[in-house]
């Protein structure tokens, strides 16, 4: 079978289930091999992303006590804190003054917070002109709980006070037999993945995460893979993948670590697994500076960030830091060009070494009132997603159009044109308005982008207008999903 597998990889078909288990039998360098091909085939370019910001945990008390968790206080327990405003500005400001571009924001699950806490603390952070990636799914749940309101209702409240999109925290392994036995009372693996396929029909792009080397098995490891594809594949929602190695310090669960080799294989393998998450991230916050470079040969495109500030894996008394100046270094190092991202995946700086994320997003465009071609509309809260010449996400479901010549984008500057906050889209063949009457995909794509698609044979069924945070949207183009 291990054959077989290697061949399909090579020829860029699907694995199935059984043979996604099977990859932990090829040894290391087989894996990384063949990891650092799709990286490749994915990311032609020579290049590594990261993003400047800072992990802002905005209370540090939870009823959920996880096992696995060093970070955390009980309620009424010494050390608990809950973030001031003024206890944040100062963050903020350097933030800024840094060059980031947003705010991780995560924290411990509550029950003295009410959800206009939240509103008001990312309200605060985006007065900044940071974005805000906050607010994993186990937070979503207890608010949603805690409140009554359903979990898009939720959702919809904290994108109303700014929410840009969700990080990926809370998965550690999506199997209840784990779940139940690492953090009983935080949300199942269905909950999770239910936050996330909410966060995606509202347009809110989230990362996944998995926290390994625990009490999970080879084949629970590679269920919570393959739950992540199969969402997915429903809702294109998932910007990038980062897994991650359980640190025992500190923690009631306890342990040893998964070393370096254990780290390696499991990113190739969720590299060769999640053939439809574009980004895999390394993790230098648990692996350090150097197992991070070598990560880069086994599948991953994306160094994570400058974490400014990082308090949860700093509570198991791991505390590998790096600037932002060592970080280019080190992907330079490697081979490769490193470039700025923000949160949303959807921004590459172009430019070279020493840019900043301030200079990329300077300031909000002057609104554009003469579209340069049917269809762009003018934008007035933020600026184009892509940067001239940059490929965007048709690239990434295998229908590649050709690159805009240098220097041309599909839209003017200030125009919402095939930006990175394109999205793609289950849905139901039956929802109101829908032409489809079989499982499709939907795609906010660049004016003219269609086309392309059509020419390789992509059957278009219609398109219409979509309410999204961010005002309505371009057309959305419905074409045939071939799976
Ligand atoms: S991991 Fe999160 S939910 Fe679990 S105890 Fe720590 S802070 Fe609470």
């Not at 090579?10 to 289930?17: F, I, K, S, V």
């Not at 692996?287 to 894996?313: H, R, W, Y």
């Not at 690239?395 to 930006?419: E, H, M, S, V």
Request: hydrophobic share 35%; with cysteine; glycine share 10%.
């Amino acid at each position: 079978m291990l054959s077989t597998i290697i061949a399909k990889i090579e020829a860029g078909a699907r694995l199935l289930p059984k043979e996604a288990l099977a990859l932990w039998d090829l040894d290391l360098l087989t894996l990384g091999r063949l990891a650092n091909r799709v990286r490749v085939r994915l990311h032609p370019e020579p290049q590594v992303t990261y993003v400047v910001d800072r992990n802002i945990n905005y209370t540090n008390i939870c009823v959920s006590g996880c096992r696995f968790c060093a970070f955390y206080r009980p309620p009424g327990a010494p050390g608990g804190y809950v973030l001031s405003e003024a206890e944040l500005a100062p963050k903020l400001q350097e933030t800024k003054d840094l060059g980031g571009s947003g705010i991780l924001l995560q924290g411990g699950l509550n029950p003295d917070l009410p959800l206009s806490y939240y509103e008001n603390l990312v309200k605060f952070i985006r007065q900044y002109g940071l974005r805000v990636h906050g607010f994993s799914p186990p937070e979503i749940v207890f608010l949603s709980h805690q409140t009554g309101l359903s979990l898009t209702q939720v959702l919809e409240r904290l994108v109303s006070a700014g929410l840009n999109s969700i990080p990926g925290g809370g998965a550690e392994i999506l199997v209840d037999r784990v779940r139940s036995a690492l953090s009983p009372r935080k949300c199942t693996a269905a909950q999770w993945l239910e936050v996330m396929a909410a966060a995606h029909r509202l347009g809110l792009a989230t990362t996944a995460t998995m926290m390994f080397g625990h009490l999970e098995t080879l084949a629970e490891r590679t269920e919570h893979l393959l739950k992540i594809r199969d969402l997915q594949d429903e809702t294109r929602g998932f910007t990038a993948f980062i897994p991650w190695s359980f640190q025992p310090g500190g923690t009631a669960l306890g342990g040893e670590t998964a070393g370096s080799w254990e780290y390696l294989k499991t990113l190739a393998v969720s590299r060769l697994v999640l053939d439809n998450v574009p980004n895999l991230q390394v993790s230098w916050v648990t692996q350090g500076a150097k197992i991070a470079q070598i990560a880069l040969s086994f599948g991953a495109n994306d160094f994570g960030s400058t974490m400014l500030e990082e308090n949860v894996v700093a509570a198991t008394g791991v505390t590998f830091r790096l600037s932002e100046t060592e970080i280019r270094r080190l992907i330079t190092s490697a081979g490769y060009e490193p470039r700025i991202r923000d949160h949303g995946y959807g921004s590459v700086a172009e430019g070279g070494r020493g840019l900043a994320a301030k200079d990329y997003y300077p300031q909000p465009p002057s609104p554009t009132s003469e579209p340069r071609s049917t269809g762009c509309q003018p934008v007035q809260h933020r600026q184009d997603a892509c940067a001239p010449g940059q490929k965007c996400w048709e690239t990434r479901i295998g229908l590649n159009p050709p690159l805009p010549p240098a220097g041309q984008d599909a839209c003017a500057p200030g125009q919402r044109g095939w930006g990175g906050e394109l999205e793609g889209r289950a849905e139901e063949p039956d929802s109101p308005g829908s032409p489809l009457k079989s499982p499709h995909l939907a795609i906010i794509a660049r004016v003219g982008a269609h086309e392309d698609f059509l020419r390789q044979g992509v059957r278009y069924v219609g398109g219409r207008r979509h309410a999204t945070p961010f005002g309505e949207s371009n057309p959305v183009h419905l074409f045939e999903h071939q799976g």
